[in-house]
């Protein structure tokens, strides 16, 4: 079964946030999503027995290999969806509000087809 886009959202924050700061902790995503510190406990927990992320002792978050080919993902179809949506004359926020939506439910084949038009725009 594949994650809910929830989860993927989670991960995505992860992987954002871990691409600014050397390490990621739940209040740093709690913050970042402006989620409660339980709503993203349990989903850190969700993610952890899934396999998408690894916690140490010190509360600290990293994505494992599964989870971090998953969020790449998911953030290069939220960078090239919203890119799309303003080269088409969204503006920056909707174009980023629609991406999100968008990027967990669009099939591979649909995405690769964007990408690759896009690919010299």
């Known amino acids: 079964m594949g994650l ?3 989860g993927e959202m989670y991960l995505e924050t992860i992987y954002v946030l ?3 700061k050397s390490s990621v902790r ?23 027995n899934e396999n998408y992320i690894a916690v140490d002792k010190e509360g600290y978050i990293t994505l494992t290999d599964k989870g971090f080919v ?8 939220h960078t090239v969806l ?11 926020e909707t174009a980023s509000e629609d991406a999100c939506r968008i990027e967990h ?16 725009k």
């Open 82 to 92: 919203s890119k799309v949506l303003m080269l088409l004359g969204v503006d920056e």
């Open 105 to 120: 439910v669009i099939s591979d084949r649909s995405f690769k087809t964007i990408k690759d038009f896009i690919k010299d």
């Open 26 to 48: 739940s209040i740093d995503i709690a913050e970042h999503m402006n989620y409660s510190k339980p709503s993203v406990s349990r989903a850190v927990g969700i993610l952890k």
């Open 4 to 6: 809910k886009s929830s």
């Open 18 to 20: 871990s691409q600014k």
């Open 70 to 77: 998953l969020a790449q993902k998911i953030y290069e179809r």
